[in-house]
Each structure stands twice: as structure tokens, then as C-alpha cells.
């Protein structure tokens, strides 16, 4: 992969272009800032932009900007977005793209995964947080979509998280393939992700499902505390 | 004609003594009057009644007295001057008088020719007073030729006296008549006396017009010289209908003779003077019951001569129990409608007041409403009513209800007090004095329940303000609380975490770089212990806007929560106080509520936010239950806003909140 990347710490830039290049990846730039993102993307014509969310010089919506920029003068070029928390405002018009990623940045530790999902956004999918998801989700006005869930529909969906296909799923639930296969059509539509692009709509489906069933125990949820 | 007025308040303090020294010539004026008034005593004691022995020598002093005192505060005021010299004419025309009744000194009829007609210029030149009174000067432009018309018809009835035989047969020519009479010249006198006739007439009804056209202070000086003719009317009449011959009635005009000079200093160097209104309404009181009583006596001594046949000491003794019985209750029927007829306006002020302040212990009127009601009674919509809170300071140091300088725009200011405290000040264009200082003292108590409810309202709005400001900094060290965890600390753990990565990579298979995988993932731990803290302090879906917050929120509970939100931009702290509510109402429905399904409302009303959390649970939560429920309550009461809780037991839990939204 061809890597350009945007960040402003100059320690964890330092670290992104190791990680890329310590397992054989080319970082044709790393820049401070926003600004010179654009010239450096037409000039390198990478398979990746990954870049941080918050930048110089106001560091609010630097990033979000510049990543609709690329995409919308390099729709081919994939966009990884980092972020520290996630910022629904930014990233409301973005996720529907194909080629587009949005992680928090803890993210990266995990190596193996994050240039997985930095792969898939370069060939064109979807690497979505599951709370980016969530959030997302609920700023379209779909509250609580898994609730809606019917409970067979549920186990089906918990299984497509675990990354089944439909026959290992007909499989594990002793129904038959046909079953699963409207069970999936249904939840999706339930979910209100009918309209989005297959492959995509699965993967958000999937992380709807995993931000439901991650919840912690009901004692502390929902909510931040407040001395 | 204001520089003539004094520039009281200072003023009334001023030691006379101090001045005699530096006016000699007036105060020599009133000795000589003084001396001439005593000297005619022995030389007219025996030669004419004793009353007028007294009389005009007391009329003259008190002239003379009155001309001095106006003298030493007002040296130009002109009637200050004419007073003096009145009083002086009088003593000298005493004097002269006394001596021309002694035949056989010297010139003593030249001196019987002097007071002859001195005393008619005298008495003439009352009508030159009245016009002038009281700032000295004529009422206006229209009347400017009524002062020299008096003198000149003073002069001409002086003149006529002097040189015709009108007075011939008078008691002042002990031999007869006249001896510098020039005959045909009577006719002068009588020209004289009818000139004089017409300019007392003139100004008795300048007075009146210059009544009808004053106000504040100069009304008052005026009322005072009615009063001395509502006296005049009493006394007079009853010295007409023949009791000439009785000593009382002739002390009584001793008396009277006086007061017209000292009424005129009175009001011209009183400023303000409160009292008038009393003064005249009582005279009137006391003369019509004195009629009253007379009455009664004379109708029950008639009864009682009629039935017991005359004359016996029973029917006195009878008439005047009668009277006496009848003095109280008739007194206070006579005072109160003679209050309604001449002190309407102060009837009826008083009246509203009283009416006003059972309203207020009734709860039907709010103290606020005070000062419409003091413009509305006193008739002075300009009237300000300024409470004085303990912590501010006077701005005049007075006793009782204490008078303030006037400025430019006729305004005064008055300071209320109570016990020692100053309550308020009303700043007005109606005079001091009647019927503003009853109706002020009259309204202090609720003067005072006003002023504590400001007082109250005033501290109240402090302490609000204060914790609005607490929550603010609250909210603005939050913001950059969790900022800094972002920005510093969760960077500066990922950067690590990545260089640790690097150093696993390059160390390949050695076990190192095992260890290194537990340290990495510790590192992973921390970052997100790190978020889930700044999410705690600042939920990052706050600054996503309130409608985004809550569908975060609802799609986070663990049981179905239908968000319906539309409130559009918001100020950060309604937000952030309304998420919390949200949060902590969730938590609670989780908690407690064993409910089904959650309903989260938020919506614009009125400019506020209202926010609702209801869940259809088992009811019955109460407020003091939770120390979260109480937090909430302070959050939204900092903000000005309301928190209600709704929990029948059986029949689910609404939690509704409104916050205004003024940033």
C-alpha cells in the first residue's frame, strides 16, 4: 500500500509511518497539517489517506474537511480517519462513501486489525468504530435499532458479528439456509440499512450489533457519572 | 423671583444675632419703633380707651418685627422694607397722637394734624402688602401697575386727609378740625378713599389670581394669608354684631390685629410650609363648632327658661352641661367633614392608602404596586418610589420624613424612614407637606414590606447569579478537563503504545517481544479507561448538539427508549443539563423503574427547553429518594429552570424539565 499520512503530534506520526512501513508499506508523505494534504494526494496518488480528525490550526474540524476533499477529488482514494472520540457532526456525510474509515485512535495499538481495516478501506470497503456506528446510527433517527429485533433475528445477527456466512449460521441454528436468508433480510431492513450497498450494509449491521451486545451491566449504564 | 426665595433648609438654622451687626439700619428702624410704641403709651394712657392704648403700639412693634425679620433674611424683599416703615408710621403716629392730646404743649396740634392723616397712610398701604405678598413683587405682567396704584391712592387718601376738613370732627382734633385745611379740598379725600377702597378690592383678587396660578411652596405662602382671613371672618363679624363693649371680643381683636404681619413673615420666610392646610381646616372646625355650640347652648337655655320660667341659674347651669356633653362627639362629626370639604385630596389619598394596605395584608394587591399608587393618590405621575436596600447607604441624613433640596425640574426628594431606617426615597413634583407626608407615613408599612421584598429579590437574584456562574466555571473546566485527557494524555498513550509496537517488530521472535504484547495491551486498557474518564467529565456527544446526545444515549440503555427531539441550536450549558437529566433519569429508570420501554421528549416551549423522560414502570419514585435526583434539581435550578417529578405508584414515572434558554 501507498500511504499518505496527516497528523499533528509529530510522535505519533513518527509511529503510524513506522507501523505502515515496519510490514512492508510505502508512506509516500506524512504531513503536519491539512493544508498540503490535497497537493500531496494528487501528486502521490496513494491507495490510503489516514489522518487525524482534529488539526492546526483550529483543531476542530481540519481533518473532516480535508478527508471530503480527497474523497471528492479522488473518489478512488481511500480515507482512514483517526480520531480521539468520536465526532458524529464530522462524519455524517463521509460514512455512506465507499473507501472510507473512521477509527478511534486506540485502534492502532492493535495492529494486526488496524492495517486490516486500512486494507479493506483501501480496496474500496467500510472500516467503521463500532461507536462511530452507534452514533451514526442514532443521528439518522433510528433509536435503538436492535431493540426492534425480533429474537431469532437477534442470534442471527450476533452470528453474522462473529463473521459467519448464511450457511454456517443455518448451520449453528439447525434451520435452513433459506430461513437465515430472510431473517437477514428482514433485520437489515429493520435496521433501516436496506437502501446502502451490500457488502456495507452487512458490516453495519454487524457493528449495530456488537455496540448493542457490548453493553455493560445496566448498574452503571446508560450514562457518564455526575458528582 | 426664585433668588428672593430663601435657600431654606440651611437657612433655618442661622442665629440672628449673627446679623445684627451687620445690618445696624433696620434693626435701628424696629428701636425706634420700638421706643416711639412704648413712649405713646404713657402720653395716650387715660385720653382714649385702654384697648387702643395697648393695640396700636403692640400693631406697630409686631409691624415693625415682622419688617425686621424679613429684613435680615431678604434685605431687598419689598415687603420686608414696607413692613418696617409700616410699623414705624404706626409707633410715630402713636406717638404723635399721644402727644397731640396733651392741648396744652407745644405744637400739639400740628402733632394732631400729623397722625391724622400719617395713620390713613399707614392703614392705606396695607393694600400695597397684600399686592406685593409674598415674593414682593406684582402677580404678573397684567398686575405690574397695582403696587404704584396703591401707593398712589395710599398717597392721595393721605394727602386728602391733610389738607381738606374730612376728619374734622374725629377725636384726633381735640379743638375741632383741621388747621392746615384748604377748602374745596375735600373732595380729594373722598377721590383718596375711594381709590383706596378699589385697590384693596384689586389686591385681595390679585391675591386670588396669584393663588390660582401657584403651586408647591408659593401656594402654601398664600394659603396662609387665608387663613388669616378665614380668622377675620370669625372674629370680625362677631365684633360687628355689637359685643364691641365686651372685653373679651376686644382682647380677641388685640390678638388679631398682630397676626396679619406675623402671618405675612411667616409665609414669606417659612419654605415649606406643611401646616397651612391643618391650620385653616382646624380655624374652620373650631369656629363652626364654637357656632355650633352657641347654638346649642342658646336653643337649650330657651327650652329651659321656656319650661322652668326664665332666669334662674338651673337654665345656665342646664344650657351649659348641655354644651359641654356636646363638645366631643361634635367635635370630631365637625373636624371630619370639614377634612372632607377643605382636605378632599387628603381624605381621599388617605383613604385609598388604607384601602390599599388591607389589600395587601389580604393578598389581594403585591407591593410592587406601590408606587403606581402613590403616583395615582398624590397625583404626581412623575413620583419615583426608589427602595434603599440595607446595603445601601442614604444619600440624605434626616429625621423623620426629611425634606431634600428641589432641582431644576421642580422635583424634590423626600426620604422615608422608620425606626431609624431609611426605607425609600420618592423623588416628586407635588410640595412637601400635605398631603405627601400623611400619605407617606401613612403608607411606611408598606413602604417596608416593599422594600424587604426587594431586598429579598435582590439578594435571591445574587445568589443566582453567582451559581449560575459556579455552574459555568463548572461547565467551562469540565470542557477543558476533558480536553486535555484528549489531547494530552490519550495522544501521548497511543504515540507510546506505537513505539512499543516498533520495538516488538524489530525484536521478532525474542521472548521480549512477548512481554512486550501484555505491556501494549495494558497501554490499550489505559486509553480507554482514559476516554471512558473524559466522557465522564465532558460526554463527547455534547458537543455533537442535544438531539444527537440523546439518540447516543437512548441507543446506549438496554432497554428501548423512543427519542422524539427537536429543539435546534441550544446555549452548552442547557445542554449539558439537559443530557444529564436525560442520563441520570435513565439510569434511575434502569435502576428502579422495572419498566418496558422509555420516551425521551425534547422540545422548545416558549423559548425554554422542556425535556421529559417517562417510562411506564412501576411509579412511585420520590424526590428526596436519590442524591442524583437532588444534583439534578441544583444543575437545572442554577440555570433558572424547574424539575418535576410525576411517579404514581403503579402508573409509571415522568421526569419533565425546563430550562430557559437565555445565554
Known amino acids: 500500500m501507498r500511504v499518505v499520512i496527516a497528523e499533528d503530534q509529530v510522535l505519533l506520526r513518527e509511529g503510524l509511518v513506522r507501523l505502515f512501513e515496519d510490514r512492508g508499506h510505502t508512506v509516500v508523505a506524512a504531513l503536519g497539517d491539512a493544508t498540503a494534504l490535497l497537493a500531496a494526494v494528487a501528486e502521490q496518488v496513494p491507495d490510503l489517506v489516514v489522518l487525524d480528525i482534529r488539526m492546526p490550526p483550529t483543531f476542530t474540524d481540519e481533518g473532516a474537511r480535508a478527508a471530503r476533499a480527497v474523497k471528492d477529488a479522488h473518489p478512488g482514494v481511500g480515507v482512514l480517519v483517526l480520531s480521539q472520540h468520536v465526532e458524529a457532526r464530522y462524519a455524517v456525510g463521509l460514512v455512506t462513501l465507499g473507501g472510507f474509515g473512521y477509527l478511534l485512535k486506540d485502534r492502532v495499538l492493535d495492529v494486526g486489525e488496524f492495517l486490516a481495516a486500512a486494507g479493506r478501506v483501501a480496496g474500496g470497503g467500510s472500516a467503521l468504530d463500532p461507536h462511530v456506528v452507534g452514533t451514526l446510527l442514532a443521528a439518522q433517527g433510528t433509536t435503538d435499532p436492535v431493540a426492534a429485533l425480533s429474537a431469532r433475528e437477534r442470534d442471527v445477527l450476533a452470528l453474522m458479528a462473529e463473521g459467519l456466512t448464511n450457511t454456517a449460521i443455518a448451520r449453528r441454528l439447525v434451520v435452513s439456509e433459506r430461513t437465515v436468508e430472510g431473517h437477514v433480510r428482514h433485520l437489515l431492513i429493520k435496521l433501516g440499512l436496506a437502501e446502502v450497498e451490500d457488502g456495507h450494509r452487512r458490516v453495519l449491521a454487524v457493528l449495530a450489533h456488537l455496540r448493542h451486545s457490548a453493553l455493560p451491566a445496566p448498574s452503571t449504564q446508560p450514562g457518564p457519572s455526575w458528582p | ?663
Open chain 2, 1 to 663: 423671583m426664585l433668588a428672593l426665595l430663601p435657600p431654606a433648609p440651611a437657612t433655618r438654622d442661622d442665629h440672628p444675632v449673627a446679623d445684627l451687626c451687620l445690618r445696624p439700619r433696620p434693626v435701628a428702624l424696629l428701636v425706634a419703633t420700638c421706643v416711639a410704641a412704648v413712649a405713646s403709651a404713657p402720653l395716650s394712657a387715660g385720653r382714649e380707651p385702654v384697648i387702643d392704648t395697648a393695640l396700636y403700639p403692640l400693631n406697630a412693634v409686631a409691624l415693625g418685627g415682622a419688617g425686621l425679620l424679613i429684613r435680615l433674611r431678604l434685605p431687598r424683599h419689598r415687603v420686608g422694607l414696607l413692613l418696617a416703615g409700616l410699623g414705624f408710621v404706626a409707633a410715630f403716629v402713636e406717638l404723635a397722637e399721644g402727644y397731640g392730646y396733651h392741648d396744652s404743649w407745644p405744637a400739639a396740634l400740628t402733632a394732631q394734624w400729623v397722625a391724622s392723616w400719617a395713620g390713613l397712610l399707614g392703614a392705606a398701604t396695607t393694600a400695597t402688602v397684600l399686592a406685593l405678598f409674598p415674593d414682593g413683587h406684582a402677580p404678573g405682567r397684567r398686575w405690574r401697575w397695582l403696587p404704584p396704584f396703591t401707593v398712589g391712592a395710599s398717597a392721595t387718601v393721605a394727602l386728602g386727609a391733610a389738607l381738606s376738613h374730612a376728619n374734622d370732627g374725629s377725636y384726633t382734633f381735640t379743638r375741632g378740625g383741621n388747621p392746615y385745611a384748604i377748602d374745596g379740598l375735600d373732595v380729594l379725600y373722598t377721590v383718596g378713599e375711594g381709590a383706596f377702597a378699589v385697590s384693596l378690592v384689586l389686591a385681595v383678587a390679585s391675591l386670588v389670581a396669584r393663588f390660582r396660578r401657584s403651586d408647591g411652596a408659593r401656594r402654601q405662602q398664600l394659603k396662609l394669608i387665608f387663613w388669616f382671613a378665614c380668622v377675620l371672618a370669625v372674629v370680625g363679624p362677631a365684633a360687628a354684631l355689637g359685643f364691641n363693649g365686651s372685653v373679651v371680643v376686644q382682647v380677641a381683636i388685640a390678638l388679631l390685629v398682630p397676626l396679619l404681619p406675623v402671618a405675612i413673615c411667616v409665609a414669606i420666610l417659612r419654605y415649606r410650609l406643611y401646616d397651612v392646610d391643618v391650620l385653616i381646616a382646624r380655624t374652620i372646625s373650631y369656629a363652626a363648632l364654637t357656632v355650633l355650640l352657641a347654638i346649642a347652648w342658646g336653643a337649650t337655655a330657651l327650652l329651659l327658661g321656656g319650661l322652668l320660667g326664665g332666669g334662674s341659674a338651673w337654665v345656665t347651669a342646664g344650657a351649659t352641661i348641655a354644651a359641654a356633653a356636646a363638645v366631643l362627639p361634635l367635635r370630631r362629626r365637625v373636624q371630619d367633614a370639614v377634612d372632607r370639604a377643605f382636605r378632599r385630596a387628603r381624605h381621599h389619598a388617605l383613604a385609598q392608602v388604607d384601602r390599599y394596605l388591607e389589600d395587601l395584608r389580604a393578598g389581594r394587591a403585591a407591593a410592587g404596586e406601590l408606587e403606581g399608587l402613590l403616583r395615582d393618590v398624590l397625583r404626581d405621575p412623575g413620583l419615583q418610589l426608589r427602595l434603599l436596600l440595607p446595603e445601601e447607604s442614604p444619600p440624605t441624613v434626616a429625621a423623620g420624613i426629611a425634606a431634600g433640596a428641589t432641582d431644576s425640574a421642580g422635583r424634590s426628594r423626600t426620604l422615608v424612614e422608620r425606626s431609624g431606617v431609611a426605607l425609600a426615597e420618592v423623588t416628586h413634583t407635588v410640595p412637601d407637606g400635605e398631603p405627601l407626608a400623611d400619605v407617606l407615613s401613612r403608607a411606611g408599612l408598606a413602604i417596608e414590606i416593599a422594600r424587604l421584598q426587594a431586598a429579598v429579590r435582590h439578594q435571591l437574584a445574587e445568589v443566582e447569579a453567582s451559581r449560575a456562574r459556579i455552574v459555568a466555571a463548572t461547565h467551562e473546566e469540565r470542557r477543558r478537563l476533558g480536553r486535555d485527557l484528549h489531547d494530552g494524555a490519550q495522544q501521548r498513550l497511543v504515540s507510546a503504545g506505537l513505539a512499543l509496537r516498533h520495538v516488538q517488530h524489530r525484536l521478532g521472535d525474542q521472548p521480549a517481544a512477548r512481554d512486550l504484547e501484555t505491556v501494549v495491551a495494558e497501554i490499550g486498557g489505559a486509553i480507554r479507561d482514559l476516554r471512558e474518564l473524559a466522557n465522564g467529565i465532558r460526554p463527547a456527544p455534547l458537543d455533537d448538539g442535544l438531539e444527537l446526545a440523546l439518540r447516543e444515549l437512548a441507543g446506549r440503555a438496554p432497554l428501548p427508549v423512543r427519542v422524539q427531539a427537536a429543539c435546534g441550536p441550544l446555549p452548552d450549558a442547557v445542554v449539558a443539563a439537559a443530557y444529564f437529566v436525560a442520563a441520570e433519569a435513565l439510569t434511575n429508570v434502569v435502576k428502579h423503574a422495572a419498566a418496558s420501554a422509555v420516551e425521551l421528549r425534547a422540545s422548545r416551549e416558549e423559548g425554554d427547553l422542556v425535556l421529559s423522560v417517562r417510562d411506564d414502570g412501576i411509579g412511585g419514585a420520590r424526590p428526596a429518594a436519590g442524591s442524583g435526583l437532588r444534583g439534578l434539581a441544583d444543575r437545572v435550578g442554577a440555570l433558572g429552570g424547574r424539575l418535576r417529578l410525576d411517579s404514581p405508584a403503579g402508573a409509571g414515572t415522568t421526569l419533565t424539565v425546563r430550562l430557559p434558554c437565555v445565554s
